[in-house]
C-alpha cells in the first residue's frame, strides 16, 4: 500500500503541467489525495478582481482525481480522464491557495469513479466541486 | 438608393482585429497557455500553441487533462463574450482602445463545466470552436469541439453553463 502512494507521487512529481502551476501534494494514501495550488498572478481569468481562471482549478482537480485513482489499492496503475464534470460555486479569493482533495469512491476492472472538492482559506464554503469517471491502465 | 457606403474593408478588419486582441490579451491565464483566436468574420477558433509545459503524461507523451478542459472553457468564454459584445464592438459602444487601457466588459462566469476526453492529446497544437446553443439574458449554454490534425477525428468535446453578465457592460465609459 505503501509503495502504491510512493508510486503515484513520483508520477505527479513528474508531471511537467503539474511543475508550471507550481502544484504541491500533501496527502496520497488509499484512493484519497490533497493537492495545493498557491496563487500565481499568471493564472488570473479575470483582471478587474485577480481571481484565477476557471481552466487552472480544472487543471488542480483532474490532477487530484487522477492521483487519488492511482493511490487506490485496486488500481493497477496509471490512468486517464474519461469525462470530469465541474461545477463552480463561488470565485476564489485572490491571494489564497486553492486546495484540492479528490476520493476515488468506486472502483471496477476497467473504470474509477471519482469526486473532488476544492477550497481556499474558507474551508466551510467550497470554491468548486467536480465528479468524473477514469480509465486504469496496467502501465503509465 | 439611400444605402450608406460600406466601410473600407481595413476598418472593419481593424476595429473587428482590435477588439479581439484586446479581449484575449486582458486575460493573464490564457497567455500563460498560449492560446491565440483564429478569427473570419464572426467566427472564431480557438489555437492552443503546443509547448512542453502542457504535459500530462511524460510517458506517452499526452495533453494534461486540466490543459485541456482550460482550453475549452477559454474558447467557451471568449466565443460567448465575441458573440454577445459583437453588437456594441460594431457600433462603436466598446472599442479597442478602451479595452486596451484595462476597461475590459465583464465576461460570462462559468456555472458548470462537463468534458468528455474521446482519444489521448497529442503533443503537438490543437484547436477549438464552440458554439453558443442558447444565449438568454442570465444564463447560456456553450459546446464546444477540440482536435488536432482532422477536424472528424475529435479528442475533447464539453459543454458549459455560463452566467451572463449584467449591464452595465463596461464598468467606465468616456
Same mark, same amino acid.
Given at each position: 500500500m505503501l509503495d502504491k502512494a510512493k508510486v503515484a507521487r513520483q508520477f505527479i512529481e513528474a508531471i511537467p503541467h503539474a511543475n508550471a502551476l507550481a502544484l504541491k501534494l500533501t496527502d496520497i494514501s488509499n484512493g484519497t489525495a490533497v493537492i495545493e495550488m498557491p496563487y500565481d498572478t499568471?493564472?488570473?481569468?479575470d483582471p478587474r478582481t485577480g481571481v484565477i481562471h476557471g481552466g487552472a482549478v480544472s487543471s488542480v482537480m483532474d490532477t487530484c482525481c487522477g492521483a487519488a485513482v492511482m493511490c487506490h489499492?485496486?488500481?493497477?496503475g496509471g490512468t486517464a480522464t474519461i469525462d470530469l464534470r465541474i461545477d463552480y460555486m463561488r470565485a476564489a479569493t485572490p491571494g489564497q491557495t486553492i486546495v484540492t482533495t479528490a476520493t476515488c469512491y468506486h472502483i471496477t476492472r476497467n473504470v474509477a469513479f471519482v469526486r473532488a472538492t476544492a477550497v481556499d482559506d474558507?474551508?466551510?464554503?467550497?470554491?468548486a466541486m467536480a465528479t468524473g469517471s477514469f480509465t486504469l491502465e496496467k502501465q503509465f | 438608393m439611400n444605402r450608406p457606403r460600406p466601410e473600407p474593408m481595413q476598418v472593419v478588419k481593424q476595429r473587428r482585429d482590435a477588439a479581439l486582441r484586446a479581449l484575449v490579451d486582458g486575460v493573464p491565464y490564457i497567455q500563460f497557455l498560449g492560446i491565440e483566436f483564429d478569427r473570419r468574420g464572426d467566427e472564431l477558433t480557438g489555437l492552443l /500553441?503546443?509547448?512542453?509545459?502542457?504535459?500530462? /503524461?511524460?510517458f506517452l507523451p499526452a495533453i494534461h487533462g486540466g490543459v485541456t478542459a482550460a482550453f475549452l472553457e477559454v474558447t467557451s468564454i471568449i466565443t460567448l463574450s465575441w458573440s454577445y459584445l459583437w453588437p456594441d464592438i460594431e457600433s462603436g459602444v466598446i472599442n479597442a482602445a478602451q479595452m486596451a487601457r484595462g476597461e475590459l466588459p465583464n465576461l460570462p462566469k462559468t456555472i458548470g463545466f462537463t468534458v468528455d476526453y474521446l482519444r489521448p492529446g497529442l503533443p503537438r497544437d490543437a484547436y477549438a470552436r464552440a458554439t453558443v446553443s442558447r444565449a438568454g439574458r442570465r444564463y447560456a449554454t456553450v459546446r464546444v469541439e477540440a482536435w488536432q490534425d482532422?477536424?472528424?477525428?475529435?479528442f475533447a468535446q464539453a459543454v458549459g453553463h455560463f452566467r451572463m453578465p449584467q449591464a452595465p457592460r463596461i464598468a467606465t465609459r468616456d
Open positions: 499568471r493564472l488570473i481569468g489499492p485496486a488500481a493497477p474558507d474551508t466551510e464554503n467550497p470554491v | /500553441n503546443f509547448n512542453d509545459t502542457q504535459i500530462g /503524461n511524460p482532422n477536424r472528424d477525428r475529435l
